[in-house]
């Protein structure tokens, strides 16, 4: 770990630049929330009739909230909980745009569970998280917690095979076990220069530190099914097909002629499906109660 001129040890997120440090504005929430989130929603709109004020999202590890504002500004009833006050603070504008009973982001306790009732939530999407957390069983259990009877979770995280890990971007080091090999590997790749490009004012040597720290101790890669067997535990049984389908039939309705035919004709194919969850994003979609 290195220090900034006042002497401040700087975390991995801090030199890579993490956008979820940055204060968020209101045009940061203008966009449409995800595919997946939105059809998620609808569908559970339409199915239960109920409005869409009624129905309750929560982005478990929601950054500084730009999914939850998305959400809020379409109509939807969501929050979002994180692990630090840097994050809370930096989402700070959506306890001025909106308001509710319980706050729109706020921190998980002491204990890692969210501050929400049993079964408060229809929809909980968890993304980008997975492969950060240490004692996933942990997770499982309080997204279980929190999640309806039939209540839907959307888990997307990279891929455990991914070739180019997507945080400290290095190839293939996060195949390998923690321990010396892979730290030794890691430390050489980004003294010589490959990797995130540390900021100005810290060493390639500091930042070779800072990113085996970063890999030893907040980033897990898991087959999918280990991440299956740990939420099954949970009653809550992940399909980790359905979402890259949607992905692919949405693909569809924006192409044309032979392109459109050969991605037609590969989506009939379940390998390649997925591979998209070996390769790519490993993406889960689970329901409650169903395990």
Request: charged fraction near 25%; proline fraction near 5%.
């Amino acid at each position: 770990m290195s220090l900034t001129a006042t002497g401040t040890p700087r975390t991995f997120r801090e030199c890579s630049g993490d956008a979820k440090f940055t204060p968020l504005a209101e045009s940061d929430i203008c966009a449409q929330p995800k595919l997946e989130v939105e059809r998620e929603l609808a569908a559970l709109a339409t199915q239960t009739g109920r409005p869409r004020r009624d129905i309750a999202v929560l982005d478990f590890g929601c950054g500084r909230g730009q999914l939850v504002g998305q959400l809020r500004a379409h109509g939807w009833r969501a929050f979002g909980v994180e692990i630090g006050e840097q994050f809370v603070a930096a989402g700070a504008i959506l306890s001025q745009m909106f308001s509710d009973e319980y706050p729109i982001i706020s921190l998980v306790g002491a204990d890692g569970a969210a501050a929400f009732p049993a079964g408060y939530f229809d929809l909980v999407v968890a993304d980008q998280v997975f492969e950060h957390v240490a004692d996933l069983d942990k997770v499982a259990a309080d997204i279980a917690r929190l999640l309806k009877p039939d209540g839907i979770l959307i888990g997307i995280y990279p891929a455990p095979l991914r070739p180019i890990e997507p945080h400290y971007r290095l190839p293939l080091v996060h195949w390998l076990a923690k321990g010396r090999l892979q730290r030794a590997l890691i430390v050489a790749m980004v003294r010589a220069g490959l990797g995130v490009k540390p900021p100005a004012e810290t060493s390639r040597c500091a930042m070779a530190a800072i990113v085996a720290e970063y890999a030893a101790t907040e980033t897990f890669y898991r087959s999918t099914r280990e991440v299956r067997r740990i939420f099954a535990r949970h009653d809550v049984a992940l399909d980790f097909d359905a979402l890259p389908r949607l992905r692919m039939e949405a693909k569809l309705q924006r192409l044309s002629g032979v392109r459109r035919a050969l991605l037609l004709a590969s989506s009939r194919l379940l390998p390649l499906v997925r591979m998209h969850n070996l390769f790519r994003d490993s993406m889960a979609r689970g329901v409650k109660g169903n395990a």
